[in-house]
């Protein structure tokens, strides 16, 4: 089967730096995804990894180790509306199915 | 604002009851996707369709099954409703079939089965 997991919370002060990681186990890998949801919201892209390596959009960064079935989203200078639930998802299936990681509770705290 | 709506809000019905969830993908986009969110489930990918032909299928129920109509629309049918079918129920799109696209989300629909 798939799976992909993540650490259930984790904890940071505003302005800080944080990473959350995301381990997966599944077949007919295409890439890796990362979605925030706050709570009560819907799902929110905030980046795709097909190749190893960092990509790199304001803030977020994510990176990718295909070899090491392994990624993980950097954020930067938290602020307090990154208080959220963060998703890796692997992307499978010929490229058409999102399987969710259990999700990563984010609390950042003054 | 994603630009995918999702009709209703929320739903609450009883069990064994059938009901019907609506999803208008935005404006250009070909993909539909259906996923259901619980709190034991987590996130989990229904099914996909694209331009009116199912493409991709995941953990879906056979008392679930859903369409997408010529106006790209889709809807998600839920029959013979059981207690844990209550759920928050996404629909996302996306302009092509797959391939690393970004999914863009639906508010969601909650449905509440009592």
């Known amino acids: 089967g798939q799976s992909l997991e993540q650490p259930s919370e984790v904890t940071a002060v505003e302005g800080a730096i944080v990473q959350i990681n995301c381990t997966y186990q599944t077949s007919g890998f295409y890439g890796l995804s990362w979605y925030q949801q706050h709570d009560g919201g819907a799902p929110t892209f905030l980046s795709y990894?097909?190749?190893?390596g960092l990509e790199e959009t304001g803030r977020f960064s994510s990176f990718l180790s295909r070899s090491d079935s392994y990624g993980y989203l950097l954020l930067q200078e938290l602020q307090m509306k990154d208080s959220a639930s963060y998703f890796c998802?692997?992307?499978?299936?010929?490229?058409?199915?999102?399987?969710f990681g259990t999700g990563t509770q984010l609390k950042v705290e003054l | 604002d994603s630009g995918v709506t999702q009709t209703p809000k929320h739903l609450i019905t009883a069990t064994g009851q059938r009901v019907t969830l609506r999803c208008s993908p935005r404006s250009g986009d070909l993909s539909v996707y259906w996923y259901q969110q619980s709190l034991d489930q987590g996130l989990q990918f229904l099914i996909q369709y694209y331009n009116g032909e199912e493409r991709a299928k995941g953990n879906i129920l056979e008392r679930f099954s859903a369409q997408q109509f010529p106006d790209l629309h889709s809807e998600l049918n839920l029959s013979s409703l059981e207690l844990g079918d209550s759920a928050l129920y996404f629909c996302?799109?996306?302009?092509?079939?797959?391939?690393?696209?970004?999914?863009?989300f639906g508010p969601g629909t909650r449905l509440t089965v009592l």
């Open positions: 996302a799109s996306s302009p092509t079939s797959g391939g690393g696209d970004t999914q863009y």
């Open positions: 998802a692997a992307l499978t299936g010929g490229g058409n199915k999102l399987t």
């Open positions: 990894n097909a190749l190893d």
